[in-house]
């Protein structure tokens, strides 16, 4: 019987995203990755934010300041804004989902949340249709 850490979403998850990934590495690129695409702006302001709202909780002066739980509250804000972007570009959805999959954060903090990163992959789909509609 698999153990519990067998099932973990990141356990579950990984692969279905590398497949992704490959599939959509194996579809000819009509044009490669343009700044355009709005994927990549939501994914830098995100990690931007991230990192300075692990920068303030991982100092013990400003871990539990105002300025901490707003760093919190904008991170988690970007997140949720970076969960419902359509990427536009095929280069853009495999950009999407290894930054998702990559944030293992994500997968401890979020665990039963409203805001998990399963909540991509339905984004994911809806842009690669869009992408792949556009382009038969």
């Not at 590398?18 to 000819?28: K, W």
């Not at 909780?57 to 105002?66: A, F, G, M, Y």
């Not at 853009?92 to 994500?106: D, H, I, L, R």
Request: aromatic letters at 6%.
């Amino acid at each position: 019987m698999p153990n519990s850490s067998d099932l973990s979403r990141r356990n579950v998850l990984k692969p279905l995203a590398a497949g992704l990934v490959a599939a959509t590495v194996a579809v000819p690129l009509a044009s490669a990755a343009t700044p355009d695409d709005p994927i990549y702006a939501a994914i830098e302001e995100h990690r931007a934010a991230n990192d300075r709202w692990h920068a303030l909780i991982s100092d013990p002066k400003t871990d539990d300041t105002p300025q901490a739980h707003r760093a919190s509250q904008m991170e988690a804000s970007l997140w949720e804004r970076l969960l419902v972007t359509k990427p536009t570009t095929l280069a853009g959805v495999a950009a999407f989902a290894e930054y998702v999959v990559n944030s293992p954060v994500y997968w401890c903090l979020y665990e039963g949340d409203d805001s998990n990163p399963m909540e991509a992959i339905p984004t994911i789909l809806a842009a690669l249709r869009n992408i792949l509609a556009m382009e038969a």
